[in-house]
């Protein structure tokens, strides 16, 4: 998913005859690892326990839930942990990173370049992500976060693939 998405970004938004694989590879390996792998561990069993009254507050109907203080309270943990700890400090250097390395790039020039772009970044995924997963936590049941998530993420991702996919190709270096 995320590699159509940076392909679709590519073709239809950049207008690109070619493709940039080694940029198209980045995405597939980050979606392969991280977003297959990672995201699942962090959304399903470790906020599981992070936050055990969550299946609870899901199978709840909308009046119940707004009656909820204590529920409410743990979508907005949830929601909080998700955007202001996670992303900032796992999900952006592990995308910089992935990209970094398939760049032949060392790992603290991803970092440097993480921190740059932060900000703009953190924004960017904040107007997508924080009304996504405040509806993600307080409707889905734990067997479909992933595959909500997966659905916006592929919106997502070619914001993402837009912003930093194309911009910091590597400088052409002179012979010494």
Same mark, same amino acid.
């Given at each position: ?6 392909? $679709?970004?590519?073709? +239809?938004? #950049? ?17 392969? &690892? +991280? *977003? ?12 599981? @326990?992070?936050? %055990?009254?969550?299946?609870?507050? !899901?199978?709840?109907?909308? @009046? ?6 204590? =529920?409410? *309270?743990?979508?907005? =943990? ?9 992303? /900032?400090?796992? +999900?952006? %250097? ?10 032949? @790039? /060392?790992?603290? #020039? ?11 970044? $953190?924004?960017? $995924? ?17 067997? &479909?976060?992933? /595959? ?5 993420? *592929?919106?997502?991702?070619? !914001? ?17």
């Amino acid at each position: 998913k995320t590699s159509f998405a940076d392909w $679709l970004v590519q073709k +239809y938004v #950049e207008k690109r005859e070619e493709i940039d694989m080694k940029r198209n590879a980045t995405f597939f390996m980050f979606g392969f &690892f +991280y *977003l297959g792998g990672i995201q699942y561990v962090i959304y399903v069993p470790i906020f599981r @326990r992070l936050f %055990p009254m969550s299946e609870k507050f !899901i199978a709840k109907s909308f @009046r119940e839930k707004f009656r909820d203080g204590k =529920g409410m *309270l743990s979508v907005a =943990g949830q929601v909080l942990l998700d955007q202001f700890v996670h992303h /900032p400090i796992l +999900y952006f %250097p592990c995308f910089y990173i992935t990209k970094g390395l398939l760049l032949d @790039r /060392p790992v603290s #020039e991803s970092i440097t370049t993480y921190r740059k772009n932060m900000f703009e970044d $953190l924004v960017a $995924l904040w107007k997508v992500w924080v009304p996504a997963m405040l509806v993600n936590f307080t409707i889905s049941p734990m067997w &479909f976060r992933i /595959p909500f998530v997966a659905s916006t993420s *592929l919106f997502w991702t070619c !914001i993402l693939s837009a912003m930093r996919g194309a911009g910091d190709v590597p400088e052409t270096r002179g012979i010494d």
